[in-house]
């Protein structure tokens, strides 16, 4: 994981001090809210319908257990009591007090964390795979060109005030695409040419919200040093020819599809030509030493626990169940991939309280070296845990309510914060999820249903990523009333698609029917082998439309 060093800290402290001054004079009356408002959000500092929010950057979604004392320590002093990951897997306070934000991001500053850039027209946090460095199938580890990027971008002087916020997620797994990249503004796949080389296939102008789009490829295969001159070119012509009248017309996607992404992919390899022998060309030296920031813990040598499991699985139904569906395999012999599930019914989608951080970092020293990693579906990872411990970390998280067997089914629900906390929204998301839980409440049910992604966005601005759930919903406003549009065939792994709107939208009292009449069509049309995604493609949207609206 990376750590600081005696610049990264310089940067911050400095980064503290300015923004002090600046929340200082904003509460004198000496700044104008005009002029506050670009400050504070590259910030992390949102105003939402009841008070501050402060979203908390979380690169690349790893968090150390030191990192988590002090988040919950800062959750407890200074908001109520709990904090929420988010689908871009940073951290959120929703009480914050204004006056109070620098201290905040002092005490953050002192376990290497910020808030720089979690917001406002910038680069933001860069994603990837929560299982990046420890699943097998992996092209390479992508975490060390996260970093990279990470520092690139921040504090960029030409990339400061872009059109729009920017979004880049990298990939490195050939199975499955867990980042979600070709929704994001820059998607990077790692992948290797026909000589064996590393590098990247590049896709640009993914997005959801407004207009939703999936990203085109617009670089088959980019030279694993070439990473940041290419990606500066691409910003280069975004900040050129991107829209600065329209906000609505301003992400880069627009820019893509109104030149084409020939046009587009043209226009960035001329810029390209001019910057791509500049002091920015990554050299051998400098990604060996970022690689050098992840290497692997102190593994032992360990058989895999396979009869030892078996043995627990036989005696322990509910353990075969969490086995089967929160533990993933691990390249190394003998240890496993944990998830711990946020999605307890009754608590909102990816909330945790103070308590619960803490318990989080002891789990983490305990069984996992220290470390976990955020998702982007809101869940929290340990990423490796011993298979003969499996047995006892799963006891000490059942009271902790993280041991809910549910992952990737329909009610490991993605889900934003919505109208109870936030201004933009229309509806309210948290009690949609909670219903939709509490109808679906039978765990051999959801399995027998197999994997379906449900997500939830508040608004149009689709931070629950309702475009590409399997299912999504979003939350619209009629008339002062909430109502919610649901969407089907959603997905935003390799084979990217946005759903389509099923019809006119439904009261929120209905949401928890008219999901279960969805499923039962699902259930009647499957195949053995076919997911709720399968069917759907197979059998299209009418069918589901004529059950729901009959």
């Not at 627990?312 to 169940?321: I, P, S, V």
């Amino acid at each position: 994981m990376y750590v600081y060093d005696e610049h990264d800290r310089q940067i911050a402290a400095e980064r503290v001090a300015q923004f002090r001054d600046q929340t200082e004079r904003a509460l004198a009356g000496e700044l104008a809210e005009e002029e506050f408002l670009p400050l504070r959000l590259q910030n992390g500092l949102y105003v939402q319908r009841l008070a501050p929010m402060l979203r908390i950057c979380v690169p690349y979604g790893m968090l150390r257990s030191d990192q988590l004392r002090r988040l919950a320590r800062i959750t407890r002093d200074y908001d109520k009591g709990y904090a929420h990951f988010t689908t871009r897997t940073n951290i959120q306070l929703n009480w914050p007090n204004l006056e109070d934000v620098p201290d905040i991001l002092a005490e953050l500053a002192e376990v290497e964390m910020h808030a720089n850039q979690t917001s406002g027209n910038c680069i933001r946090n860069t994603t990837t795979d929560q299982f990046s460095g420890v699943q097998a199938d992996e092209i390479a580890d992508p975490r060390p060109y996260c970093e990279i990027i990470r520092q690139w971008s921040t504090f960029h002087p030409e990339f400061a005030f872009l059109p729009r916020k920017f979004k880049v997620a990298v990939n490195a797994s050939e199975q499955t695409d867990r980042a979600a990249i070709q929704v994001h503004d820059i998607g990077l796949q790692l992948v290797r040419n026909d000589q064996g080389e590393l590098g990247f296939r590049v896709h640009v102008g993914g997005g959801l919200g407004r207009t939703p789009m999936v990203a085109p490829v617009i670089r088959e295969f980019l030279p694993e040093l070439d990473l940041l001159t290419y990606l500066e070119a691409v910003l280069r012509v975004y900040n050129r020819y991107g829209r600065r009248d329209n906000k609505f017309k301003a992400r880069i996607k627009i820019l893509v599809k109104a030149l084409t992404p020939e046009g587009f992919a043209e226009k960035v390899e001329a810029e390209w030509e001019h910057i791509r022998t500049s002091p920015t060309r990554l050299t051998p030296e400098a990604i060996g030493k970022f690689q050098g920031y992840f290497t692997e813990p102190a593994y032992q040598t360990l058989e895999n626990a396979t009869d030892e499991l078996s043995k627990q699985r036989f005696e322990n139904r509910e353990f075969d169940k969490w086995l089967t569906y929160n533990v993933g395999e691990h390249k190394k012999p003998g240890y496993a991939c944990v998830t711990l599930t946020l999605k307890k019914t009754g608590t909102p989608p990816g909330d945790v309280t103070d308590y619960q951080l803490e318990q989080i970092a002891e789990l983490a020293d305990q069984f996992s070296f220290g470390e976990v990693r955020a998702t982007h579906e809101q869940n929290v990872v340990l990423a490796d845990v011993r298979q003969d411990q499996l047995f006892e970390l799963w006891q000490r998280m059942i009271p902790l309510g993280f041991a809910t067997a549910n992952l990737n089914t329909l009610t490991d629900v993605i889900c934003c914060p919505g109208g109870d906390f936030c201004a933009l929204a229309n509806a309210k998301s948290i009690p949609v999820a909670e219903a939709i839980q509490r109808r679906f409440d039978d765990l051999d049910y959801l399995y027998d249903l197999g994997p379906i992604d449900l997500n939830i966005s508040g608004c149009m601005n689709a931070c629950g990523h309702h475009h590409v759930g399997n299912i999504g919903v979003l939350g619209v406003d009629k008339k002062g009333e909430e109502f919610y549009q649901v969407s089907l065939g959603g997905d935003s792994h390799h084979n990217a698609t946005i759903g389509k709107i099923l019809g006119p939208s439904f009261a929120r009292d209905q949401m928890p029917q008219v999901i279960a009449k969805l499923i039962d069509v699902y259930v009647e049309k499957r195949t053995e082998e076919e997911t709720f995604l399968d069917t759907y493609r197979r059998v299209g949207l009418e069918p589901f439309k004529e059950r729901v609206y009959a």
